[in-house]
């Protein structure tokens, strides 16, 4: 079945710690996406990447690294310099803008990361 | 700077409720606008609108998209204690393959 697989489900850190969260998919697909989400305020982004060995920031990179060195593969690297990282991350994929059919984000079951 | 935002954040109905949920947008470049249930877990996805005046349909929910007035609403008719969830709106922009969401509306329907 494909997909995209997150890792961990659930993580703790301590402060001044950096946790990598693991974003795996196996549906072909060239995009790849970063998200977060906090109560009452959607999904933010993070960084995004269109192709293998290119990535551009969003929204809200400070504090965040990622790298995209396999089509299949997107980790997400949360800093000790991002100053509330407790939240909700969702990675996700798509066929990508300049693919034929349709532009539809798939997203993987999410990390829920919690500083302690 | 590109938006979307979605009404109301909340709701609360009874079981064989109907509901409208909204979704306006400014962005650049429209490309499709997005609609996604989120029960705690992945956002699935519902539909994809590109056009105007079409609209999509499955099951009890259906979706249409206005392009001259900026605005969608998905609308859910004899609603279950299964449609509890959260709805997420997105609009994908021409600009950097980037999607851009709402607050999302959290339904509750309660037996």
């Known amino acids: 079945d494909g997909g995209i697989t997150q890792s961990p489900k659930y993580l703790f850190r301590k402060e001044g710690q950096n946790v990598t969260l693991s974003c795996e998919q196996n549906l072909n697909h060239d995009a790849m996406y970063w998200y977060r989400q906090d109560p009452g305020q959607g999904l933010r982004l993070i960084y995004y990447s269109q192709i293998v060995n290119d990535f551009q920031k969003g929204d809200i990179a400070e504090g965040y690294s990622v790298s995209r060195e396999k089509k299949e593969s997107f980790p997400l690297t949360v800093t000790s310099a991002q100053k509330n990282p407790t939240a909700f991350y969702l990675c996700a994929s798509s066929i990508g803008q300049g693919a034929a059919g349709a532009n539809v984000l798939t997203f993987g079951a999410g990390s829920r990361l919690t500083v302690l | 700077e590109d938006k979307v935002v979605q009404s109301p954040l909340s709701l609360v109905v009874h079981e064989g409720d109907t509901v409208t949920l909204n979704c306006s947008y400014e962005?650049?470049?429209?490309?499709?606008l997005l609609w996604y249930k989120q029960e705690k877990k992945a956002p699935t996805f519902l539909f994809m609108l590109?056009?105007?005046?079409i609209e999509k349909k499955s099951g009890r929910l259906s979706s249409i998209l206005d392009k001259k007035e900026l605005f969608s609403i998905l609308n859910i008719t004899a609603t279950q204690t299964g449609d509890s969830a959260i709805y997420l709106c997105a609009v994908e922009g021409n600009t950097g393959n980037q999607f851009y969401f709402g607050t999302g509306t959290s339904l509750t329907v309660i037996p």
């Open positions: 962005v650049t470049n429209f490309r499709s």
């Open positions: 590109t056009s105007s005046g």
